[in-house]
């Protein structure tokens, strides 16, 4: 079921079905909580899956010129609190994984486990910062051209042909966020904090999905980061959209994983 919560002036939109131990899915940047629907109709049957449209996505309204992922956290952290959930598992692609590790770290009593798919917890680098402000630039002279380049990159390049259909829909949804959305939500990710401590600090149950041929983010870095941590690693030799170009291969990983979060 869809439904609206408002949060300081702006209206945001989530779903919230299935019963059992809550499942909190955060979409990343360009996406809505729709992209979650094939996976969460198979989970709803054991877990109360909750998609939130982050703030400028999907049918959620904007919240300033500036998202960040602190306070797109918090929003996500008052429509939890407005469920009355105390202990949920976390999973967030992408940009949504940032958000993840803010909740993690500003609230980890309530995170029974953390899934990290095809993101990561470095903060930006100076060369991705100055990609982030082209980006910004790109977006207010012609956010539709923006769009229709961006989202095929994030398929592995073998992938782009493969799934063609797929990406044509992912770029039709793409299309709805508005302009300011996706300025606010670059403008926040290009000064989010470092949050790779987290990763050794806590010992709830922690899982990265990594793409081994996703250009969006570095493999390396990302292997590095889970060194000296307890952090399940699954990588696919495929691009940064998992939950398409390895959907059933992640599927059985996220069951298994689910088992671990009690």
Request: aromatic share 8%; proline share 1%; charged share 25%.
């Amino acid at each position: 079921m869809v439904s609206v919560f408002e949060y300081k002036g702006s209206k945001i939109s989530y779903s919230d079905e299935g019963k059992g131990n809550a499942l909190v899915f955060i979409h990343g940047f360009l996406e809505e909580k729709s992209m979650w629907k094939l996976l969460t109709n198979g989970f709803k049957v054991k877990y109360r899956c909750i998609c939130i449209d982050l703030f400028g996505h999907g049918d959620s309204e904007n919240h300033g010129y500036i998202h960040t992922m602190k306070e797109q956290a918090e929003m996500i952290k008052a429509v939890l609190n407005k469920l009355r959930l105390r202990r949920y598992t976390l999973i967030g692609h992408s940009m949504g994984g940032y958000i993840a590790l803010e909740l993690l770290k500003n609230h980890s009593k309530n995170v029974r486990g953390l899934v990290l798919q095809n993101s990561t917890s470095y903060a930006d680098t100076a060369e991705k910062i100055v990609n982030r402000n082209r980006a910004i630039i790109a977006v207010k002279e012609n956010p539709g051209l923006f769009i229709k380049v961006a989202i095929p990159m994030l398929f592995s390049e073998k992938n782009r042909s493969v799934f063609r259909k797929e990406i044509d829909h992912v770029t039709t949804k793409a299309m709805k966020t508005s302009t300011q959305g996706i300025v606010a939500a670059l403008e926040g990710m290009k000064i989010r904090a470092n949050n790779s401590e987290l990763l050794k600090k806590h010992k709830i149950p922690i899982l990265m999905i990594i793409g081994k041929e996703d250009t969006a983010l570095s493999y390396n870095s990302l292997i590095e980061q889970t060194k000296n941590s307890k952090v399940k690693v699954e990588v696919f030799n495929d691009g940064h959209m998992s939950h398409i170009e390895n959907y059933d291969a992640l599927k059985t990983c996220f069951a298994d994983f689910f088992k671990t979060c009690n």
